[in-house]
């Protein structure tokens, strides 16, 4: 089974520096997307950014890019310029796809917390 | 734009009373999951649904049971709820391909006494 570790459960960062945020995963597939969420106090999973296993360009979105690595399986979140809104849980997710049935599910880390500091 | 609606948002439960999660999608949607978070342990698939009258196990199905009335509607319910049932409870859907994004409801958060 495919799992998703986030190595560091909390971190901190001053506004408008840049933070890195790890994710390793494990799994035998070739094909497969990956995904980092974020979860502000209010609970709601948002979207942050998305990566294509088969697309060497990293991906990119505004302030967030990522560091894909996939023979070291490594998939890390960069924020750029943080500011104060950027303070939540991020979490990384794998999708797996599940052969029986033809459906999928997203695999998730444990999450980070970020703490962006005035 | 209501995307995913779960309801209810708070709930408290005496142990052993039953209780369902409602979910509904407004997507069109194939897929719908139900997860549990859990301090430090992230979000974990309880069950998931990859269609209309489909349904399976994901990795903490025990003490729940989900009905895919149609595509639009996933519920989740607790037969006789434990204390180790208190969470926050998710529902999401995604179009079913297994590059689409999932779209997340706003949790209920669910505490057993």
């Known amino acids: 089974a495919q799992t998703v570790t986030q190595s560091q459960p909390e971190m901190s960062v001053q506004e408008a520096e840049t933070v890195t945020l790890s994710c390793t995963y494990d799994?035998?597939?070739?094909?497969?997307?990956l995904f980092w969420y974020k979860q502000p106090p209010s609970r709601q999973m948002i979207l942050v950014i998305r990566q294509e296993a088969y697309k060497q360009q990293n991906a990119t979105e505004n302030r967030f890019s990522v560091n894909f690595q996939k023979a070291a399986k490594s998939f890390s979140l960069k924020i750029s310029d943080s500011q104060l809104g950027d303070a939540a849980m991020y979490f990384c997710?794998?999708?797996?796809?599940?052969?029986?049935?033809?459906?999928?599910?997203?695999?998730f880390g444990k999450g980070t917390k970020l703490t962006v500091n005035p | 734009n209501a995307g995913v609606t779960q309801t209810p948002k708070f709930q408290v439960l005496k142990t052993g009373q039953s209780m369902t999660l409602q979910c509904a999608q407004d997507m069109n949607h194939n897929s719908m999951y139900w997860y549990r978070q859990d301090p430090g342990m992230g979000l974990r698939l309880i069950y998931y649904?990859?269609?209309?009258?489909?349904?399976d196990k994901g990795e903490v199905p025990n003490g729940y049971n989900v009905s895919r009335l149609n595509k639009r509607e996933f519920s989740l319910r607790l037969e006789s709820a434990a204390p180790s049932q208190t969470s926050v409870y998710f529902c999401?859907?995604?179009?079913?391909?297994?590059?689409?994004?999932?779209?997340f409801g706003q949790g209920t958060r669910l505490t057993v006494v």
């Open positions: 799994t035998s597939e070739s094909d497969y997307y």
């Open positions: 997710a794998y999708r797996s796809l599940i052969t029986q049935g033809g459906s999928e599910k997203l695999v």
């Open positions: 649904s990859a269609s209309e009258g489909t349904t």
């Open positions: 999401a859907s995604s179009r079913g391909s297994w590059q689409a994004e999932a779209f």
